[in-house]
């Protein structure tokens, strides 16, 4: 069954703790992003990345950091630098052909306190 | 920097109601378009999107969009809404042919239809 998952669905840490939030895709896509959803401010781009050991900063990059060093994996680390990290987070990836349709996970609600 | 704006936030609507949403986007060049939807507990899916050729594109459950280049605007429609269709509408663009640009999101629409 291809598709994208993360893990986990819900997610609660410490305030001042890191915290990293996996995603893996088995559909052999190149391209790889993060996103974070609130309320009211629709999809913001963190990070993403077009191949294995490259990534890219996106509009809202400070306080998290990325790595890319298998093509079907894509971890956020979300750090104790970011000051408003409740958020609900979602990975998509897209392969770089004709297509450009972005498909996306299911999500990860992360509450910090 | 490109950015996508919806401009209506929340719209309620009762069944057999017609739906237009709107979308208007910043950017001279060619684009590639889409409508996303996010039903209740569910993974974000694409409804429907335009790269070229007719500016009238259909999409799933019913969903069209029209392109309208000169108004840089990509609303979304469908005749007749359903119960069903309470989700949450995100339209987005992508500046590149080649696909290597990410998608720039709208703030989204919530729709919330009733009986």
């Known amino acids: 069954d291809g598709g994208i998952t993360q893990s986990p669905k819900y997610l609660f840490r410490k305030e001042g703790q890191n915290v990293t939030l996996s995603c893996e895709q088995n559909l052999n896509h190149d391209a790889m992003y993060w996103y974070r959803q609130d309320p009211g401010q629709g999809l913001r781009l963190i990070y993403y990345s077009q191949i294995v050991n490259d990534f890219q900063k996106g509009d809202i990059a400070e306080g998290y950091s990325v790595s890319r060093e298998k093509k079907e994996s894509f971890p956020l680390t979300v750090t104790s630098a970011q000051k408003n990290p409740t958020a609900f987070y979602l990975c998509a990836s897209r392969s770089l052909g004709d297509s450009y349709e972005q498909y996306f996970g299911p999500g990860t609600r992360l509450t910090v306190t | 920097a490109q950015s996508v704006s919806q401009h209506n936030h929340h719209v309620i609507l009762s069944e057999a109601a017609s739906l237009e949403l709107g979308c208007n986007y910043s950017?001279?060049?060619?684009?590639?378009l889409f409508w996303y939807v996010q039903y209740p507990g569910q993974h974000l899916q694409l409804l429907l999107k335009y790269f070229s050729g007719d500016p009238l594109v259909k999409g799933i459950k019913g969903f069209e969009a029209e392109f309208i280049k000169s108004k840089f605007s990509f609303n979304l429609r469908k005749p007749s809404v359903q119960w069903s269709d309470t989700a949450e509408y995100f339209c987005a663009v992508s500046t590149s042919r080649s696909g290597n640009t990410p998608l720039v999101f709208g703030k989204g629409t919530r729709l919330s239809v009733i009986a």
């Open positions: 950017y001279g060049g060619t684009v590639n």
